[in-house]
């Protein structure tokens, strides 16, 4: 099912799509990119008196569930062995 821009979805409520939260983002992402994009969100990762909000930030906005290439979603992974030998002379 497909929604268009501002129509109710199911389970919303009686007062439909939040303006307020939408509204928000948008002048967060604004300020985000008078502050210097990428770039900046980089500096704050980097520095070590930012870095643990730049984390919170991250945790905030990643999925909450994640799923997986598998048939139901699930993980698959790979065991990688790295093998250091010794050169003979």
């Known amino acids: 099912m497909t929604f268009k ?6 389970n919303q409520g009686k007062r439909g799509p ?5 509204e928000l983002k948008d002048m967060i ?3 985000l990119d008078k502050a210097g994009g990428l770039d900046y969100l ?3 990762a980097a520095d070590p008196r930012t870095a643990s909000a730049f984390l919170t930030l991250v ?3 990643l999925p909450l569930t994640v799923k997986g290439p598998g048939a139901n979603g699930e993980h698959t ?7 250091i030998v010794k050169a003979e002379k």
């Open 18 to 22: 939040n303006k307020v939260t939408a």
């Open 59 to 61: 945790g905030k906005t």
């Open 42 to 44: 980089a500096d704050r």
């Open 77 to 83: 992974f790979q065991k990688i062995v790295v093998e």
């Open 29 to 31: 992402l604004g300020a």
């Open 5 to 10: 821009k501002g129509e109710k979805k199911p």
